[in-house]
């Protein structure tokens, strides 16, 4: 009786860890970097800090097409912006419905430098809101997905 208790509760057993193994694989697989970042409240509070780093960055600054645009163009629009953006692009279900990166960035002659610039000062926001290793490289290759639309001096093309 005892053996054929132990048998049905290893059967048991063995069954669920079965069904269970793939069904955790799966959503782990699934998850998408929206969800791993923990949705739109982390997501729009790391674009504020991200715009309120880059806005009076006097190395950003000191490229006067960037200065004349950060005094015309309110810093929360670009908040707005970003964070649609990031969202959309993290697999979130928000829709981005700003221009495209070629439109609104082609007056502001943006060197080489000024992107280093600005990915220095992402990771940093990146690092201070403790976003672990492999989220913050998916960010950068998101990033990094529109250099070449954004840069317009000295390379990026
Ligand atoms: C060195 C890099 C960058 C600088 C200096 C910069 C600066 C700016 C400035 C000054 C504006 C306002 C332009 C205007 O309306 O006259 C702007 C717009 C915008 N930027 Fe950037 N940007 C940079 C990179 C990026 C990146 C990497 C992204 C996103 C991945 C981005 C997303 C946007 C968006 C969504 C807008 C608003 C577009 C619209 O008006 O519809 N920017 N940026």
Redesign the pocket.
Known sequence: MLTRTLFLATLFFATLITIAQPALAAEEKQATLYDRLGGLMPISVVVSDFIDA?VPDAT?NA?P??AS??K??PAA??KY??T???CQ?TGGPCT??????K???A??N?SEP??D???TI?KEVLAKHNVPARETEELLA??N???AD??AVGGGK
Not at 96 to 101: E, K, L, T, V
Request: glycine residues 4%; proline residues 0%.
């Open positions: 880059l950003l490229n097409a960037i645009a950060r015309r163009v629009y670009l912006h970003v649609a953006m990031v692009a981005y419905q700003g221009r495209g990166m439109e609104s960035h007056h502001l943006i000024d992107w610039r600005m990915v992402f998101i990033v997905s529109t250099k954004i840069v």
